[in-house]
């Protein structure tokens, strides 16, 4: 009867080593799948909470957003969001994706891990630019300034770093009289901030300019959408 029973217990025991395996790799993978869900969270049509205030925060204080801060992601906060993505360069899905969080300057578990070096030192020659140009200037004309440095990196007509475009020869006279190395203040590094969020308030302006100093008749050719304290905003 034992020898009987012995080929069983050879088939049984391959099955139940692959059945015990299988359910360790199983439980493996739920595991990993549900933290990297929360990882992954977006705020989207319909969430509540701190982020979609924060959010609406934001948009609100860029003009993307008229509605009340209340933490509702409705319809309001979709067109907003839809309204940011389209003016910066985004998928516009309405969803607060990491891009689009990380673009508004709120930061996630996805997002915060990225190249931090790299932000902090565009961060840093984007102040010292706007404390070199603008200070003086009121505070929304310090942040017009970093934007303009912005939209040039979007188009084609200039180079796509940061970087780039302040060192563009002949690009910023701060550059070649070097103020560009003037330790900005908090006002400045505050406004290039708010300029890598995504403010604009030069509605896409490629140039500015002083009218009371510009000898260039070119600059004046360019077609106005702003003026700002002692600058005028052109595209």
Known sequence: MLKQNKPKSKILTPFV????????????????????????????YGSRGEEVRQIQTKLK???????????????QTLNAVKYFQRKNGLTVDGIAGSKTLAAMGIMTSSNSSGSSANNSNDLNLLARLIYAESRGEPYTGQVAVGAVVLNRVKSSSFPNTISGVIYQSGAFSVVNDGQINLTPNETAKKAAQDALNGWDPTYGALYYFNPKTATNSWIWSRPLTVQIGNHRFCK
């Open 17 to 44: 080593i692959i059945l015990f395996v299988f359910t360790i790799l199983l439980s493996y993978n739920l595991f990993f799948r549900s933290g990297s869900s929360e990882v992954e969270a977006l705020s989207k």
């Open 61 to 75: 204080r860029w003009g993307y957003y008229n509605g009340n801060i209340d933490g509702i992601y409705g319809t």
